[in-house]
């Protein structure tokens, strides 16, 4: 989060719900449009305030997109907590998740954190390093789980169960990413299912599609 965001007053219940509105609308714009082709105004009037109230939140849209970073970073975070990857079952059920939720966006937008990064990382170093730390915590979140399955005998004994989080991070990342511009998931469901059968000695995951 921003200096400037930090040093500012602790909202109302109201002012938090207010500004909530305003971030969830930023995201869902720009994780349609992008960053550059999302305006303030287009914000304002997806989230039903004034101009006046959206500069009250946020002084320029470089801390409204800082915002939007930690929002879709916060989401994935919770998300990710809540699935079970300590087990196989937690783990195959995670994966279907993701590949669900690919097919039924028709892979549009790619990662809503990882897309930030590649229109970002270059230009704005406070968004990039807001990104980098989003991309540590959910590592972080992956390995846990992993941690578990590895001490459960369920993954290979060579594995460190830390490496393999970033791993697979990189392997969804680089999925979402051939999904996105092919519009397909399939790259994704053979990239995730590979990692995974070689990081369990196991077979493949089955494929849910012809």
């Keep these: 989060m921003s200096t400037d965001a930090?040093?500012?007053?602790?909202?109302?219940a109201k002012g938090a719900?207010?500004?909530?509105?305003?971030?969830?609308?930023?995201?869902?714009?720009?994780?349609?449009?992008?960053?550059?082709?999302?305006?303030?105004?287009?914000?304002?009037a997806a989230a039903g305030v004034s101009g006046?109230?959206?500069?009250?939140?946020?002084?320029?849209?470089?801390?409204?997109?800082?915002?939007?970073?930690d929002h879709q970073a916060d989401t994935i975070l919770g998300n990710q907590r809540q699935?079970?990857?300590?087990?196989?079952?937690?783990?195959?059920?995670?994966?279907?998740?993701?590949?669900?939720q690919a097919m039924s966006t028709e892979a549009k937008g790619g990662c809503p954190l990882g897309s930030l990064g590649g229109q970002l990382a270059e230009a704005d170093p406070a968004a990039r390093?807001?990104?980098?730390?989003?991309?540590?915590?959910?590592?972080?979140?992956i390995?846990?789980?992993?941690?578990?399955?590895?001490?459960?005998?369920?993954?290979?004994?060579?594995?460190?169960?830390?490496?393999?989080?970033?791993?697979?991070?990189?392997?969804?990342?680089g999925g979402l990413l051939l999904a996105q511009v092919h519009r397909d998931p399939r790259a994704l469901e053979t990239a995730l299912d590979t990692l995974i059968a070689l990081a369990s000695g196991g077979p493949a995951a089955p494929q849910h599609r012809p």
């Excluded at 509105?21 to 105004?41: F, K, M, N, P, Y």
């Excluded at 699935?83 to 998740?97: F, K, N, Q, V, Y």
């Design 6 to 12: 930090r040093d500012r007053p602790k909202l109302t």
């Design 83 to 100: 699935a079970d990857l300590g087990s196989l079952e937690g783990l195959t059920g995670w994966r279907d998740m993701v590949i669900t």
């Design 129 to 141: 390093a807001l990104i980098a730390a989003g991309f540590d915590q959910w590592s972080a979140a």
């Design 52 to 69: 006046s109230q959206l500069y009250h939140y946020f002084a320029d849209k470089d801390e409204l997109v800082q915002a939007v970073i």
């Design 143 to 173: 390995g846990d789980g992993l941690r578990t399955l590895h001490t459960a005998g369920h993954l290979a004994g060579e594995i460190d169960p830390d490496d393999l989080a970033v791993t697979l991070l990189a392997v969804l990342q």
């Design 17 to 44: 719900r207010t500004r909530a509105r305003i971030v969830e609308a930023a995201a869902r714009l720009v994780h349609e449009r992008g960053v550059v082709s999302t305006t303030l105004d287009d914000v304002r």
